[in-house]
């Protein structure tokens, strides 16, 4: 089977081609300073990793604040993506336990390790994940794939999806499917339709999951040709899993677009990310979890920064995460409440923090870090596999040293 890209017809795609992606356009649009625009690390930084980012997007970007947690997630800066130099006593700490001298790695959940099949990672007994396509409406500069999305030889993104499909149908345990990508409604609605009908011919599959950033970046996106795509009756069920960060990302026509999809039927759910900066705030994320609840979606997951390079500015310890996340219970509703989780490096799975059998071994706030040891049991992500517990670093910038509090 060959999904085509995009074909260049409706208004979406047309913003979609408006997008910024130059210095020039950036500086144009008064995101970024004229100094900026010729700093050999920020040209760095958007070689080593695109930039677009959607009208839409930057409409939303307040101008007049460095800190618009809009800004931080689109707006490449030298700053939050150049990981710092590690001191010796870091490194040896990463070497005792990641056998490397640093814990960042370009597969930082495991993608590759788990690979069954081209652009089909099977990690969990009953679930697979589909990486349908390598394109995104905005390149967020925090995300947990960008080495992916950003690797010229496109390693999660090659081959056709025939052997993927003949994979999941012979493999009768998988009964959920997360079609991801970068961004599967990327794809044309055609095609997209095309792939939901064929997977609607196998008969164990009784769920898919599509994740998206699509109504956050591009809330154009949601045509009436998607919807009918969406809602066309199939035996699975279908939920659309969205990305929202922060409450401003809520504005009336993401919330619109979330409403048209509600309304087709389609469950909505969503998983955030703790990005320092943007949403490291009690505040911040009653108002995002209860905005999102109120809107028909569940906040399901969230999710602790993985090991991805060029996103350590970006990086909460997991002490402040568990303190941040405790903080929220008593201020939200039952189903407003998410998980919060960590995919463990390597493909091992995603554990909750919020396990009484998480163990922080050591800590050690010094030359501007904050490191600690834990002890994380692993979960069971195969049926037969024995629980384990697993050694996992935590770094992030000490606490000292930003601007960030928790409240
Ligand atoms: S939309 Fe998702 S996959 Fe795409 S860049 Fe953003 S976080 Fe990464």
Redesign the pocket.
């Known amino acids: 089977m060959q999904l085509e890209p995009l074909a260049p017809s409706s208004t979406w795609q047309q913003e979609l081609r408006s997008s910024l992606s130059t210095p020039a356009q950036l500086l144009q649009a008064g995101l970024i300073s004229p100094e900026e625009a010729c700093d050999s690390r920020f040209l760095a930084v958007i070689r080593e990793n695109q930039v677009r980012i959607t009208p839409h997007t930057a409409s939303l970007i307040d101008r007049e604040n460095p800190a618009c947690p809009i800004r931080l997630q689109s707006v490449p800066s030298a700053q939050r993506e150049t990981d710092p130099e590690l001191p010796a006593w870091i490194e040896e700490l990463s070497n005792e336990i990641y056998g490397q001298p640093s814990p960042w790695r370009d597969d930082a959940i495991g993608d590759l390790t788990r690979l069954e099949a081209p652009r089909l990672t099977h990690r969990y007994g009953n679930r697979a994940l589909l990486h349908v396509s390598d394109t995104?409406?905005?390149?967020?500069r925090?995300?947990?794939?960008?080495s992916h999305?950003n690797d010229r030889e496109e390693s999660l993104y090659v081959g056709k999806f025939d052997e993927a499909l003949s994979y999941i149908t012979r493999t009768p345990e998988i009964s959920e499917l997360v079609l991801?990508?970068?961004?599967p409604l990327s794809l044309g609605d055609e095609p997209l339709g095309r792939l939901l009908q064929k997977l609607d011919e196998i008969p164990h599959l009784k769920n898919v999951r599509i994740?998206?950033?699509?109504l956050?970046?591009l809330p154009s996106r949601v045509t009436a040709s998607l919807i009918e795509t969406l809602a066309t009756p199939r035996r699975y069920h279908l939920s659309l899993s969205n990305?929202f960060n922060h409450p401003r990302e809520l504005a009336p026509p993401n919330l619109e677009s979330l409403r048209r999809v509600r309304k087709a039927g389609i469950t909505l759910l969503n998983q955030s990310?703790l990005l320092r900066g943007v949403n490291d705030r009690t505040e911040t994320l009653v108002e995002l979890f209860q905005g999102l609840y109120q809107a028909g979606v569940i906040p399901f997951w969230l999710h602790h920064p993985d090991w991805t390079p060029a996103t350590f500015g970006f990086r909460v310890s997991i002490r402040r995460g568990l303190n941040l996340y405790q903080s929220l219970f008593g201020q939200l509703s039952g189903p407003a409440v998410p998980q919060y989780v960590l995919d463990l490096p390597g493909g091992l799975g995603k554990a909750p923090l919020n396990d009484s059998r998480v163990q922080r071994l050591i800590t050690r706030n010094q030359d501007g870090f904050e490191a600690s040891v834990y002890e994380i049991p692993r979960p069971s992500t195969r049926e037969g596999q024995e629980d384990q517990r697993v050694r996992y670093l935590d770094l992030a910038p000490s606490i000292e040293s930003t601007q960030s509090s928790i409240t």
Do not use: I, Q, Y
């Not at 995104?136 to 967020?140: F, N, S, V």
């Open positions: 995104c409406a905005l390149w967020c925090f995300c947990f794939r960008k999305l991801t990508g970068g961004d994740h998206s950033r699509m956050v970046n990305h990310v």
